[in-house]
């Protein structure tokens, strides 16, 4: 309709309009819209076609693809947040329709506090158990077992995170990919730094997203790893790779506790929840013999420092620092901010475990001597503030990695250490400011118990 415009109080449909995938290209289209307006067209495209589709590959790359279709939705949901959801083309069952739900509900909840939205109730997914004429996803008509290999895809994100991952699973042998979305220089620098093989994945956001922003569309945080997630699997269904791979900590399970709200988690598709029901649903409903998991998520932020500490071949090549990474292209002046909370809590996480030349050599600079960073460490610290919406470690983690550098003589004539020692650390419970038990090996994970019985041992080290 070329008299459409967008009135977002006026809006009252999302629709998932189609998906296709093109095996000659390894261009996905994803097509969304609200009411009649028009298409909103999202493109992926995975390196390697023309891919090779059997019946059952077919079969796979198609719920692979829905599931893709229905979850990178959440970008162009959230311009207006409706009162329905319409899916055309085909159908979902109960069991997909919780899964999404739970995705938009919680995977949107930074987005909801942040606009003033109450979302509870609020997103609901038509689940169809009558079969329509395309098919539905959910159903496993054929089994696929992917690939007789165990090579995996994992991906990167230029961090410490992943860093640890593909250090640890070289160590032990396995076959691996290093993968990324977009077209970001200083991921794809810290990735070729691996040696490994590289695999770098397009994704296009439907344009009229941005002129949308423009006329008044909501916005604010998406469950981007959820994204992601997807868009791996779609890309392991196609080359046949048997693992798809994050560096997720358990730490990234807990959010932030805002007073009169409760807790907020700006990481929530980076959490257990998520991963758990995310992966069991792969397996169950999309690619049977296709794991996804994270492998460190029995560490805490703190356990995953110390791994990199021990790493130093990246020193010059990666960065945390959210600020460097833009959805309409990178700005990278230099790799670390020095003011944003990554890099407020990635160099405190580092402290207690790497020299102090070392660390200062990779930031440019010492942020625990800086007193005009106080304010940012309060909040990490969970002193008079709320924990950052960001990806970053829990408020004991923080406090108790202070603390150790309080003991360390290198450190505690800095500003920010001595401010803590003298105004922070005696509100404190000594009990709880230990670092051992931070660095303990547990907690759930879906780690493959192969993989675990050689892992374990070197992150408990």
Avoid at 2 to 23: K, L, M
Wanted: proline share 6%.
């Amino acid at each position: 309709m070329t008299d459409w415009s967008f009135d977002r109080e006026a809006i009252r449909a999302f629709r998932f309009v189609r998906c296709e995938f093109d095996a000659a290209t390894g261009v996905a289209r994803l097509a969304y819209a609200f009411d009649d307006g028009p298409e909103l067209v999202e493109t992926v495209t995975i390196p390697g076609a023309p891919f090779e589709l059997d019946e059952a590959r077919a079969a796979v790359t198609e719920r692979a693809l829905r599931l893709l279709h229905l979850i990178a939705g959440v970008s162009y949901y959230k311009a207006a947040v409706p009162p329905e959801i319409r899916i055309d083309g085909y159908a979902i069952d109960a069991a997909t329709a919780e899964l999404l739900q739970a995705i938009y509900r919680h995977g949107l909840g930074e987005f909801a506090y942040r606009n003033g939205i109450d979302l509870d109730g609020r997103i609901r997914f038509p689940a169809n158990e009558v079969e329509p004429t395309h098919g539905r996803l959910g159903e496993i008509s054929r089994p696929w077992v992917g690939s007789t290999s165990d090579s995996a895809l994992v991906a990167i994100g230029g961090g410490k995170d992943s860093l640890v991952t593909i250090e640890a699973l070289r160590a032990l042998g396995v076959s691996q990919t290093v993968t990324w979305i977009g077209g970001s220089q200083l991921i794809a620098a810290c990735a070729a730094r691996t040696g490994l093989p590289t695999l770098n994945i397009g994704r296009q956001l439907a344009p009229q997203l941005f002129d949308l922003n423009r006329q008044g569309a909501l916005n604010g945080h998406i469950p981007v790893t959820a994204v992601n997630s997807a868009i791996l699997v779609l890309a392991a269904v196609l080359r046949g790779d048997s693992q798809v791979v994050f560096s997720n900590e358990r730490s990234a399970s807990y959010g932030s506790m805002i007073p009169g709200t409760g807790e907020v988690n700006h990481q929530w598709s980076k959490g257990w929840a998520f991963e758990q029901a995310f992966g069991e649903y792969v397996e169950r409903q999309v690619a049977p013999g296709l794991h996804y998991f994270s492998l460190l998520r029995p560490l805490s932020e703190l356990a995953v420092a110390r791994q990199f500490a021990r790493i130093d071949r990246y020193d010059a090549w990666f960065s945390s620092c959210n600020r460097n990474f833009h959805i309409l292209g990178e700005r990278p002046v230099q790799r670390w901010c020095g003011v944003c909370p990554k890099c407020h809590f990635v160099f405190l996480a580092l402290a207690p475990f790497m020299s102090k030349p070392r660390l200062v050599s990779i930031f440019g600079r010492n942020l625990l001597d800086d007193p005009a960073q106080a304010a940012g460490y309060d909040a990490l610290l969970e002193f008079q503030d709320h924990k950052p919406f960001e990806c970053v470690g829990e408020g004991r983690e923080s406090r108790a990695a202070m603390a150790a550098l309080v003991q360390r003589p290198e450190w505690r004539e800095d500003a920010l250490v001595r401010r803590f020692e003298r105004e922070i650390l005696p509100q404190l419970d000594p009990a709880e400011l230990a670092i051992e038990p931070l660095l303990e090996v547990s907690g759930e994970h879906r780690i493959p118990p192969a993989l675990w019985e050689s892992l374990r041992d070197r992150f408990a080290a």
